[in-house]
Structures are given as C-alpha cells and as structure tokens.
C-alpha cells in the first residue's frame, strides 16, 4: 500500500481468519447446555423449526463437525479488508488462471454468506477445470455484506441496499476494474438491483435470481397459470413465511439477543427461511440426503461463521434498514430510476416463487437473458454451483469486451 492510501483510509490489506481456540470451547459448552423445547404438534414446518431436525443438526455440530472448518475454507482463499464510508468491508478476491477474465462482483444474502458461494469460485474462476471454456472466465470479488462475517458493523444508520451499491462500485474502483459486472440471490439481489439502477460507471450488467420487487404481491399480472401460481407462492410467503422477514424490519433487536446468546436458536432462526431449503437441509441431517452444495458440514460452516463473528443482531439490521429507506422514499415519493443496462435472470424452481418471464421483463425492460433452470431453489449458488456458474456464464457472454485477434505470422 502506498502512504497516500494510508492517509486516505482507502488500503486495502490481506486478510486471514484467525479464531481464538476459547471461542471454540465456548460454542462446545453453549451447545451441551442447549434448553430444548418440546416437539412441535403438527407433522410439519407450519410450527417452525421441526424439534428431531433441530437436533440432529446439533448433535453434528457438537460431535461430528471440524469447528475449524469454515476458517480453514476462508484462508484457502484470497481475502481482504478496505475501509468503504467508515466501515471495514471483507471480500474475498480470486483471480482467473485465463487471460481477458471478466470481474464480476457477487453478493451474497441473509441467511447466507461468503460461505454460500465458495462452491461457484472454481467453476466461475477456472470454467475449463469444470466443463466450460477459458474466455468465459471471471475474475470474482465477493464482498460480506457490512455487519455479516468479518465486515465490520455499521455504527450510523443508513447502511441500506443503495448505500451498499454505492460501496460496491468503490471496491470495483479501487480494485482496479474499470469494466465489470454485477450479480446477487436474496439481499444480494437488492444490492445488485440498486447497482443496475444508479449504474455506476463501469457497470455494464446485472444478473439476479430472486424478483425482489415482486414480493409486495401487488400490481403483478395474472393471466395466465404460471403467472396465477407465482402470485399464490407469494401469497403463500407473505401469510405462513413471513415471520423472519417482519421481526427482522421491525425488531431486528430484539431477536438479536437470541441470535448473540443461544447457537441453538440462531441456527433454528436461519433454518427457518423458506419450505424447500428447509426440507432439503433437514433432510440432509435427518437422511443423509443432501440436496448438491446443501450438505451438512456446508450448512453448520455458514451457521458457524455467523456465531463465531457475533453477527446474528447486526445482520439482522439490514432488514430494518432496508425498509426504514423505503418508507422514506414512499413517503416522499421518490421513485427508483430505472434500470439502463442490461439485465440477465434465472429462475429456479425452488425459489420463493417462480418469477415469469412476464414480471421480470415489467421490471427490468432492458431484459436482455432469461432462463427458467430445471433444478436449484434460493441458495442457487450453494445448491448447483455449476449450473449457477453455468448461468452467468450464459448471461454475461455478450457484455464481454470482444477480443482482438492474434496477429498471423
């Protein structure tokens, strides 16, 4: 780093993982010491958090799971650290073995982490390792959200999605990258939407995977079945699998003090997201049975990172940002600009709801790649890391600068 960066705060300085071996202790105690409730009375989720999935999950933790693990994971990679607007910002940055490589920035979302998206680096940094070819390579920063894993944690307000953007295309500034793209699942969807619309110079494309707009229910069409059956998965949302999204933008607080006290009951609460994430991890620690990235140890290292950085409450706070600034946006009645370039989107048929082409083009009118994937729900990344990487690589091949041939001898 040079002495001006040290001045300006903008260094950006490697980063390793490094957890105190009492912290170790200290989560192997709180989970002997776990208060279980008694079983829940129905033969489902609609009560929550099933008691046998429960336990099971922590039987492994405390018994079969390397506590090590996710530390390890993490600095097998490149990481960093740079202060962006007064908060210490994590990334980690993997560099393409090819040439002409195209950066691409990817956010992760809540209840995820960096930890969701390892399984795509290979795929997406080195395609020629994993069935594709060199010039569809990236060259990958992923960012932890502040107040997530080893970001810092915001001690002002303001820290929504459009604030995050803006931090977003800052790190792609000061990394080097003049011409990039963008892309994010669940809060990272957010984040990368609020990038399309402010279009930071260098930005010259989106790709996400969660229709985050549509969520209200309102204003949707309804025509035809598939449009019918999206409207009624999120119906079937907003009235049965809300709770989490709700106590998060209104009292992030106070189930922080759950989160920060118990492993136990932070790893119910992150389970507790969505019907089939939840049963493909449930049955990855009931049966056996994982469903591709969603196994048990990838599952306990992301549940993991968030006890052992204490991020439970401030991850949290990100939903009641985000809906703090909307409120004030509504009540001002500032719309959002429109998005100007291109835009590429991948339903999977485990999502919340399966977006139709219909809404995503209402959204995004420069929708320029749209694809409807056979397998994969919400964590797409963590679930089928290739056909993910497979995904992008699709979406952003046309926004690749063309390359100049080699001269004949």
Not at 115 to 129: M, Q, Y
Not at 143 to 148: E, F, N, Q, R, V
Not at 222 to 249: D, H, I, K, N, P
Not at 302 to 327: F, M, P, V
Request: proline fraction near 7%; charge should be negative.
């Amino acid at each position: 780093m040079t002495a001006v960066e040290q001045r300006a705060g903008t260094a950006i300085r490697p980063f390793r993982a490094d957890v105190p071996g009492e912290a170790l202790a200290e989560l192997r105690r709180r989970l002997a010491a776990t208060r279980w409730p008694s079983r829940e009375l129905v033969d489902d989720r609609s009560q929550g958090v099933q008691l046998a999935t429960m336990q099971a999950l922590a039987r492994c933790w405390a018994t079969e799971y390397d506590l090590g693990r996710v530390e390890a994971r993490l600095n097998a990679l490149p990481q960093f650290t740079t202060v962006i607007d007064g908060v210490e910002i994590h990334f980690v940055h993997v560099r393409a073995p090819h040439a002409d490589a195209l950066p691409l920035i990817m956010t992760h979302g809540w209840p995820g982490s960096v930890v969701e998206l390892l399984e795509s680096v290979g795929p997406l940094t080195d395609p020629t390792a994993h069935g594709g070819r060199a010039e569809d390579a990236f060259d990958l920063v992923l960012p932890s959200l502040p107040g997530y894993g080893f970001s810092g944690e915001p001690t002002e307000l303001g820290w929504d999605v459009s604030r995050i953007a803006r931090a977003w295309a800052e790190l792609m500034r000061r990394l080097g990258y003049p011409r990039y793209v963008a892309q994010g699942g669940d809060q990272g969807a957010a984040v990368t939407d609020a990038m399309g619309r402010q279009a930071p110079e260098g930005l010259v494309g989106i790709h996400v995977n969660l229709l985050r707009t549509a969520l209200t229910g309102d204003g949707q069409p309804a025509g035809t079945e598939q449009e019918r059956a999206a409207q009624a998965a999120v119906t079937t949302f907003r009235t049965s699998g809300f709770g989490y999204f709700l106590e998060q933008a209104t009292r992030p607080q106070t189930i922080g003090y759950a989160l920060l006290d118990s492993p136990v009951a932070l790893a119910a609460w992150m389970l507790d997201h969505d019907t089939d994430a939840y049963y493909k991890i449930s049955r990855a620690f009931l049966d056996g049975q994982p469903s591709g990235g969603l196994t048990r140890d990838h599952i306990v290292d992301n549940i993991t990172l968030y006890w052992l950085t204490g991020t439970g409450t401030s991850a949290a706070r990100s939903y009641w940002e985000n809906g703090r600034a909307q409120a004030q946006a509504a009540a001002a009645g500032q719309a959002a600009p429109e998005v100007s370039i291109p835009v590429g989107f991948t339903t999977f048929p485990g999502e919340i709801f399966r977006a139709p082409r219909s809404w995503v083009g209402k959204a995004y009118p420069t929708l320029s790649y749209f694809h409807e994937a056979d397998r994969g729900g919400h964590f797409a990344a963590w679930e089928e890391p290739e056909l993910f990487a497979a995904e992008l690589r699709s979406a952003f091949r046309p926004l690749r600068a063309p390359r100049i041939p080699e001269p004949r001898s």
